[in-house]
């Protein structure tokens, strides 16, 4: 099996090889058919729409941000160049990079008017917005040549006044391939992870530190530059700008490419054009049936690969990844220092005073001051719907307080979650929050967002910095996840491992975020013993190295023995508080659990 | 200001209303802004144009023809739109799914029609000349089938135990389920009788405004407009963002010139996404 | 003849066994409990039953039919009612119109369902006060009461309960339980109830299950689990 | 005993107009051109890029069709040199991409001898540098802004807007209108149409109370028209446009007494079925629009032929309310191939350059042409020449509508666009276009 994956492997990358450099001799094989120019052509628009449709698969398909103002920003793209080289007579050169400067520009403008505004919504801002653009466009007189567009762009020149088709081609194509490393070295990156981190789930991003805002932000300007590169590319393979180029129902191919190919996988919307194109071609002569033959072939596709062909493959027993077995002396080779620094024992790292949280008349929290301390396992436990995981909602900050307050290390806490995450107080959810589609070590990786200590550049270009920071974070995953025993199953999507294996991963991205106070929301559900124990050690290490450690729990078994510190919730309060020993012996907390023994009269 | 200027406003508003309310009914149970809807707008004027126009058939008799095709397409549309989006899982699936739809029924329509504008006889010949301002009957006779149609669903959705459980499906689908309501025929009912709305409204329309087979599209976006103005999913906004659009286009258009008029809606909408994130009367939609 | 039949049920959710050859049974007129820690496959079990899940092998069984493979919405019809956790009424939809869905399978005998509807506000006079007021304005307990006489609406042979007590003033708890005992005294009505509050539930019901990661770890009459150490273990951990 | 009609009305019209008629006696009006050369080759492929689908794609299915009648008569009187004529249709919707990368397919492909399309000027203009670097002739009936003097292989067969509204305001200013204005939609038409009117209007004694510009969203013009009535308009350009309907519509609501006007997209029946009694008195420029013409026998017989024929095989068009037909082909389409038959039959040859030059130099007659107008493509390589351009009134009777032909009547020192045009009088000698200082001016041939 693993073998066989190899060999599979190993054939996609000598075909990929081959792919590409089947495609740089294009040129000279297109001179041996009876129309070179035509062929030439149709591979360099398919070559622009590949990078558009990249650019949309960073926008919609990484990011989860509805666009339809990408064949807008294309149109834009084309504009810059065209109103620069013609009007003002610029090099090529820099008017190309004018376009990917308007792209970013106008996309950063657009989200960050729109910020509010949530998925349909967003995407019928985007819709508005590119109808704005091409009436702006075609009103725009002689600075854009109005309805006419702009004609006699040309593309630029290295030693002549300008390339001839063929060297343009092999230099979109070299664009295609930048790219496409582009994209692959955002997604492989910090940035990349967080952002479908934010994706999958806004809660536990914000969670892991992660400000949505701001991503937001920076993806789209990021997608909107490759637009407007793959806009000005086009104009100068065409010849021409117009403010047709915005229409949406030209930039159909792109969502038809995006999703045929697979959204959010990295070759998918390269493989998803070539096939669109492909099928345009073919059914070129259809003249009148051209559309009907198009949506219904598009249909079907959908049925027949509702996950677009990389998508499929990625599903399928060949194109999933692997379990990676590393022998024991490999596992315990691993370096990791996981001490809480700047704590000293027994310090108050967290308290609340009164905290209280009334939703309308019901009182959720009712007043609970509680202290939580470094190198110490506090465990709370109650019935369900006593209040414990709203109590923990509010010392996070995900709940405004009615009343009370908390503070951190000493200061009032801050009121955005991600910034209480920054000081160092991480949340591991009830309900799994991973991030399915990712990879384990990917997981683990996010989790390490408060120390990537470089920029998005710095992810697009894999400078030396980016590559020294992401060997250490890489290192550091792995040693965390042999922690946990999950190194094996490193290169696997989240998705696919056990439910014990999930529970403990998400531990492991946890602390990965370096806590001082590390909150579990139940953890222990559903593990195998084997698995609790590993959960155990794991926690005990972490209290040892001066961590706070809380743990909201419902296998008291597991509890008991490990707090060293329980709070019992009942109703919103406090009702009891001790060692384990003694909370099991109150009354109180029995009566809490199981209900009372003396029901019977008042149920006649 | 000119009274013509506020009942073109208003008339033109309603068509918007109707394509929107449709829409809604679309969307309440299923979460989908369908861009595929515009076409049963052209079906209804291409309807009215070939059984009222050309075959001279009495307006009763189209309109049972109208209900029972309108009724196959909406059938033939769910499948279209719900099977790939139920396959595939991505929550942009339904853009590809109803687009393609959309493209698919155009094709259809511009088969035999390529030539033709859809307009026939209207109903009724006379026009109102209220202070001035002339109105065609049947213009006014959008307008109170869009009212009616809006207090009809609105009515249904509240009233009827079929448009409560559209509603339920739309809160909770597996809750709906375990009360024994039929989900997947609710979705079912909401396509067809969505698409026979939008069809009467296009049978209604199209010999006071025109409808070629290729204008599906552009009446999808302008219901969108309306929609999403009002707020997704609800009645009250489909019918407010539709009359809104409408009357903004025509005072604009009057006074500024005409291009404005397109631009100020275009602008209406990104302005009151930003200010309202949810349009008028939405409520927080939730991503599939 | 209602027979409720589950045989070596086992579901997978989420990559975890949530049920696994889980085999429990509940004759005609029974109130049986439904015990145990959470995450111990309680919810699912109950899920199966009404279709919202599929399990992966196994078998169910309702009034001799077997219903493994039936779409949802129609066990209804045979009589299946379900009360899910977290009450999940229709907060946008008034009382009147939560209980009319409740008797959606009913829909085209006017007559039964106004007749059943006077006999829900009979037994909980609290909601014909408040039939015209939007379901998401009531109270924790009246909710209750709402989806519990919404799941009646149809008429159901056995009845369902997911944890009804969650989040509930003690009060509130007990005279919910009261109208559960009432209603399996007097119309006889099947009930299984999923619980958290072990001890309360025991002395409802006739017979009770504990399930422990989705299969039955102790199963016997609930006069004798009452006073059986292990229940309380299984909630809250062995003495140390 | 048609055939016979057809040639004698035929000799009678060519006696009327014997002076245009020139060398071609071969070819016999309402017959395929004449071919008595052989290529050698058995098909002979022409290209059509035009809009199949979308919103556009009345204009394409009506351009194939009109091709296809012609080259199916061309083919059963034996082809252009033996050779049969192949059509090769391609989409271009209304995405440039998709019409450039056709462009560019016919202009690369050898076997493609001659291209029709992209129809739509900006388009046309992308692609046809395309055709200039592969020497691909081309025709286009779909392109009107443009001036062709600057393509070498580029040739138009349509009316151009300028020669249709000098022959309009004309008729304007015979009639006695002082004032007039523009109800059009946004588009590179209006722009130019508008540019046209505020530079000419003065040459004919006219006063233009400019553009009130219309939009798709709207199913009413009364505003529009009530603001022109306001400004004292005696006459109103209407758009080419479908919804240019509604401003007959306007005119019937406001009772509007004035001249409407407009140019050969008038021939859609939209406006009969939306303007209805309203649209009596119309006025329309087009190069031979014959068909509401009721006797047939004054007919150009070219055009009888190509338009019976286009009905036959593909029929017509019909206004359920107004009962007003239109064929569903585009006659002046078909020029296009007839003049490349023509041509290459001359050239015996289909090289592209040869045709070209045997192309530029023809002068069919009009009682020849599919199109019912004459082509004389000239150094201009426009197919018609000012005096092509015909312009008939509407009207309507218990039979339902025809219209008449009205004759324009041209002004000495009006502007003209392109030296060498001519433009026809009824009154007089026609005008040539010449060159006055930095302007151009239509003067009597003698000056």
């Known amino acids: 099996m693993i073998s066989s994956y190899k060999t599979l492997n190993r054939v996609l990358v000598a075909g990929t090889a081959i792919a590409i450099a089947l495609l740089y001799l294009f040129p000279l094989f297109a001179r041996t058919t009876n129309n070179p120019s035509y062929y030439l052509q149709i591979v360099s628009v398919a070559l622009c729409s590949a990078i558009l449709t990249i650019s949309l698969n960073i926008c919609m398909g990484y990011g989860g941000l509805m666009s339809l103002m990408h064949t807008g920003l294309q149109m834009m793209g084309g504009y810059a160049v065209a109103i620069l080289t013609l009007n003002h007579h610029w090099n090529g050169w820099l008017a190309l990079v004018m376009a990917i400067v308007v792209g970013a520009v106008f996309a950063v403008l657009v989200i960050l008017l729109s910020l509010r505004a949530t998925y349909l919504y967003f995407g019928m801002i985007t819709l508005a917005v590119n109808l704005i653009a091409m009436e702006a466009i075609r009103q725009g007189g002689s600075f854009t040549g109005g309805y006419n567009g702009l004609i006699g762009v040309m593309a630029p020149g290295i030693t002549t006044t300008m390339m001839t088709p063929q060297a343009f081609y092999v230099f979109l194509l070299t664009i295609l391939i930048g790219v496409y490393v582009i994209q692959r070295n955002l997604v492989f990156s910090g940035f990349g992870r967080n952002t479908m981190a934010l994706r999958e789930s806004p809660e536990t991003a914000t969670a892991l530190g992660i400000s949505p805002n701001v991503h937001r932000v920076k993806i789209f300007a990021v997608s909107g530059a490759l637009a407007g590169l793959a806009g000005g590319l086009l104009s100068m393979q065409l010849g021409y700008a117009m403010s047709e180029i915005g229409d949406l129902g030209s930039g159909l191919i792109f969502f038809v490419g995006l999703f045929l190919g697979g959204i959010s996988t990295l070759a998918g919307p390269i493989i998803g054009v070539a ?139 801050p009121k955005k979650p991600f910034l209480i995450s920054r000081l160092g107080v991480t949340r591991v959810f009830q309900i799994p929050h991973l991030f399915e589609r990712e990879s384990v070590l990917d997981n683990v990786l996010t989790g390490m967002y408060r120390r990537d200590r470089y920029s998005i550049f710095d992810a697009i270009f894999r400078t030396p910095r980016y590559r020294k920071a992401n060997a250490r974070s890489t290192e550091e995953a792995r040693a965390l996840l042999a922690l946990a025993g999950l190194l094996n199953q490193q290169d696997l999507t989240a998705g696919s491992i056990s439910h014990g294996q999930k529970r403990l991963l998400e531990v492991v991205r946890a602390v990965a975020t370096q806590p001082k106070i590390l909150i579990l929301d139940e953890p222990a559900t559903g593990l195998r013993q084997d698995e609790l124990d590993v959960l155990k050690g794991l926690i005990s290490r972490l209290a040892k190295e001066g961590m706070s450690v809380v743990l909201i729990e419902h296998n008291v078994d597991f509890l008991m023995n490990l707090a060293d510190i329980v709070t019992v919730i009942e109703s919103g309060k406090v009702i009891a508080e001790g060692t384990p020993m003694e909370v099991q012996k109150n009354e109180k907390v029995l009566d809490a659990y199981l209900g009372r023994t003396d029901f019977s009269k008042e149920l006649a | 200001m000119d009274l013509q200027i506020w009942v073109e406003g208003l008339y033109i508003g309603s068509v918007y209303a109707l394509i929107a309310l449709s829409m809604t009914v679309v969307y309440q149970p299923t979460r989908i802004m369908n861009f595929a809807q515009g076409e049963g707008f052209v079906l209804g004027a291409a309807i009215g144009y070939q059984t009222i126009g050309v075959w001279h058939w009495p307006v009763w008799q189209a309109g049972a023809a109208l209900i029972l095709l309108a009724m196959a397409m909406g059938y033939v549309m769910e499948r279209m739109v719900m099977l790939p989006v139920q396959l595939s899982g991505n929550r942009f699936a339904w853009i590809i799914a109803t687009l393609a739809a959309a493209l698919i029924f155009q094709s259809l329509f511009n088969l035999p029609y390529a030539n033709v504008t859809f307009g026939y006889f209207e109903f009724f010949k006379t026009r109102a000349n209220i202070f001035g301002a002339h109105i065609a009957m049947q213009k006014i006779l959008v307008f109170t089938f869009m009212v009616f149609a809006a207090v009809f669903y609105d009515q249904l959705l509240k009233r009827t135990l079929w448009g409560r459980s559209i509603r339920a499906v739309a809160h909770n689908n597996d809750t709906s389920i375990i009360l024994g309501i039929p989900t997947k025929l609710v979705i079912k009912v909401a396509f067809i009788s969505g698409t026979v709305l939008i069809a009467c409204a296009g049978f209604l329309a199209a010999p006071v405004i025109i409808v070629a087979p290729a204008s599906g599209l552009f009446f999808t976006i302008q219901g969108f407009t309306a929609a999403i103005i009002g707020g997704v999913g609800s009645p009250k906004g489909a019918v407010a963002g539709g009359l809104m659009i409408g009357i903004l286009d025509s005072v604009v258009r009057s006074s500024l010139g005409g291009t404005w008029g397109v631009f100020s809606t275009v602008m209406a909408l990104a302005l009151i996404l930003v200010v309202r994130p949810n349009g008028f009367f939405g409520k927080r939609v939730v991503g599939r | ?54 399990p992966t092998t196994g078998s169910i069984r309702f009034g001799g039919e077997d219903i493994t493979k039936l779409s949802g919405y129609k066990r209804v019809a045979l009589g299946i009612g379900h009360v899910p956790e977290g009450r999940q009424i229709f907060p946008d939809h008034t009382v009147d119109e939560n209980l009319q869905l409740g008797s959606f399978i009913k829909r085209k ?132 | 005993m048609i055939r016979r009609k057809i040639i004698i009305t035929a000799l009678t019209i060519s006696a009327m107009i014997a002076s245009t008629v020139s060398a071609t006696a071969v070819d016999r009006p309402g017959l395929v051109p004449h071919s008595v050369w052989k290529s050698g080759q058995a098909v002979i492929k022409v290209g059509l890029i035009a809009p199949m689908t979308g919103v556009f794609a009345t204009l394409g299915v009506n351009q194939r069709n009109s091709l296809q009648v012609l080259a199916d008569s061309i083919n059963a009187a034996g082809g252009i040199g033996g050779a049969k004529i192949q059509i090769v249709v391609r989409d271009g919707g209304l995405d440039p991409v998709a019409s450039t990368n056709a462009a560019k397919e016919f202009a690369g492909d050898s076997s493609i001898a001659f291209v029709m399309g992209p129809s739509i000027s900006s388009f046309y203009a992308g692609a046809a540098a395309y055709y200039e670097a592969n020497k691909k002739l081309n025709c286009q009936a779909g392109v009107a802004a443009l001036d062709f003097t600057d393509y070498k292989y580029g040739f138009r067969s349509q009316d151009f807007f300028k020669d249709d509204y000098a022959q309009e305001l004309s008729i304007l200013q015979r009639k006695g209108v002082k004032k007039f204005g523009m109800i059009y939609e946004a588009g590179s038409t209006g ?115 190509h338009i019976d024929a286009v009905v036959k095989q593909y029929g017509v068009t019909t206004g359920p309310k107004s009962g007003s037909t239109s064929p569903n082909g585009t006659a002046i389409e078909a020029d296009c191939l007839y003049a490349f038959a023509v041509a290459s039959n001359k050239a015996r040859s289909f090289d592209s350059t040869k045709v070209r030059d045997q192309m530029a130099s023809l002068d069919i007659p009009a009682i020849n042409t599919p199109s019912g107008v004459r082509i004389h493509p000239g ?69």
């Open chain 1, 275 to 413: 096939v669109v194109a492909t099928i345009a071609f073919l059914i070129r002569g259809t003249a009148q049936y051209n559309t009907l033959v198009l949506g219904g072939l598009l249909l079907l596709c959908m049925v027949v690969l509702p996950r677009g062909v990389v998508g499929m493959y990625r599903y399928s027993r060949f194109g999933s990844p692997h379990v990676r077995e590393f022998d024991q002396a490999e596992i315990d080779s691993f370096q990791l220092d996981i001490s809480v620094k700047d704590v000293v024992k027994n310090q108050i790292l967290l308290e609340s005073h009164d905290l209280a949280k009334h939703f309308g008349g019901i009182h959720a929290v009712d007043g609970v001051s509680i202290v939580f301390r470094s190198g110490e396992v506090h465990g709370i436990i109650g019935p369900n719907g006593s209040g414990k995981s709203t109590l923990i909602s509010c010392l996070t900050g995900y709940y405004p307080l009615t009343a009370g307050s908390v503070e951190i290390l000493g200061n009032p806490a």
């Open chain 3, 1 to 54: 003849m209602s027979n409720l039949e589950l045989k070596n049920l086992t579901i997978t959710y989420g990559g975890a066994k949530a049920l696994n050859g889980l085999s429990i049974e509940v004759k005609e007129g029974e109130f049986v409990a439904l015990l145990g820690a959470n995450g111990a496959g309680k919810t699912t079990s109950l899920r199966a039953i009404s279709g919202l899940l599929k």
């Open chain 4, 379 to 447: 150094t201009n390589h426009n197919f018609y020449s000012a005096d092509g351009i015909s312009v008939y009134q509407w009207f309507k009777d218990a039979n339902g509508w025809y219209t008449v032909q009205v004759n324009g009547l041209a002004v000495l020192n009006a502007k003209c666009t392109i030296v060498g045009w001519l433009m026809h009088r009824s009154n007089g000698a026609p005008l040539i276009c010449t060159k006055v200082g930095t302007n151009l001016y239509y003067k009597a041939q003698s000056a």
């Open chain 4, 191 to 305: 722009i130019a149409a508008d540019a046209f009117f505020k530079d000419s209007a003065p040459d004919y004694g006219l006063t233009y109370l400019g553009w009130q510009v219309i939009t798709s969203t709207q199913t009413t013009h009364d505003a529009e028209l009530q603001k022109l009535i306001n400004l004292g308009a005696q006459a109103v350009d209407i758009s080419n446009n479908a919804y240019g309907a509604y401003t007959t519509q306007a005119a019937a609501d406001l009772n509007f007494k004035g001249i409407l006007f407009g140019g050969s997209g008038s021939q859609n029946i939209a406006f009969q079925e939306t303007g209805g009694d309203h649209f009596v008195g119309t006025l329309m420029a087009a190069p031979n629009y014959q068909f509401p013409i009721r006797d047939k026998s004054t007919w150009m017989p070219g055009y009888k032929a």
């Open chain 3, 109 to 240: 005998s006017y007559k039964e369902v106004s007749q059943t509807l006077e006999e829900m506000f009979g037994l909980f006079p609290k909601l014909r006060e408040r039939r015209k007021q939007m379901a998401g304005t009531l109270s924790g307990g009246e909710a209750q009461m709402l989806a519990i006489a919404r799941s009646l609406m149809s008429r159901p042979r056995i009845l369902m309960l997911d944890e009804p007590s969650l989040g509930l003033a003690p009060q509130m708890v007990l005279e919910m339980f009261r109208y559960l005992k009432k209603l399996h005294a007097e119309q006889g009505l099947t009930i299984l109830l999923v619980e958290q509050q072990a001890r309360l539930a025991l002395q409802l019901a006739s017979r009770a299950y504990i399930l422990e990661r989705g299969q039955v770890k102790i199963a016997g009459l609930a006069e004798d689990l009452i006073i059986d150490k292990r229940v309380a273990e299984a909630y809250l951990g062995t003495s140390h």
